[in-house]
């Protein structure tokens, strides 16, 4: 019963709201870049928020919004850095929606600051393998690659065949990891716990009295 507790102590409160900017960002974007009216179109949760190993408390969100193709080519035909063209445009777009919000662009996102958490927006654009490419502006503007479907994929699939223990312990490290001022990122705890999971099958059908041997 302690372990039922702790798991929806562990709950997003506010997620509500974070579903909300979640769609207002993407509804502005999408009107900016792709002349449409769409709350989910283009955009992707990602992080521990879209792989659903967030706790209650979670202060970076993070997205990727699609950009269209055709703006890929005019960013690098650029003269100078074309990965800060583009982060200046979606800061721009989004500044439309928050005009008193903090909106910064820095790397490789725009970043939008809300009452006790911020939402992190990478534009990217989507290639053949549904992978996406995005800008990193150091260095004079670079272009890297990203896959954020087959992790949360991955991480979906064997939280399904594990009795969906695998997101209970990743937030139950989340929260232990917080507690005891623990240095390492979540997506470290997610790896950990996935691999913990991934090599045996003793727990796959564990319950709440399971959970203080697990």
Request: aromatic letters at 10%; one cysteine or more.
């Amino acid at each position: 019963s302690l372990f039922s507790q702790f798991r929806q102590n562990l709950s997003v409160s506010n997620a509500d709201d974070i579903s909300t900017k979640y769609a207002n960002i993407t509804t502005r974007l999408n009107l900016d870049f792709w002349g449409i009216e769409s709350e989910t179109r283009h955009s992707l949760q990602v992080g521990s928020y879209g792989r659903k190993t967030a706790i209650d408390g979670v202060s970076d969100l993070d997205m990727v919004f699609e950009l269209p193709s055709k703006d890929y080519e005019r960013y690098k035909k650029l003269e100078g850095n074309g990965s800060s063209t583009m982060l200046q445009e979606v800061r721009t777009s989004l500044l439309k929606r928050y005009p008193r919000s903090d909106v910064s662009a820095d790397g490789q996102i725009v970043a939008v600051s809300f009452h006790g958490y911020r939402v992190e927006v990478l534009p990217a654009f989507l290639d053949e393998n549904g992978d996406y490419i995005h800008g990193d502006t150091n260095d004079g503007g670079t272009w890297a690659l990203t896959k954020p479907r087959p992790e949360i994929k991955a991480v979906n699939d064997l939280n399904n065949a594990t009795n969906q223990n695998l997101k209970d312990a990743c937030k139950m490290l989340r929260a232990w990891k917080n507690k005891a001022g623990i240095g390492i990122g979540g997506l470290l705890i997610d790896t950990l716990a996935y691999n913990f999971f991934n090599q045996t099958d003793d727990y796959d059908e564990a319950d709440w009295a399971d959970f203080p041997a697990m």
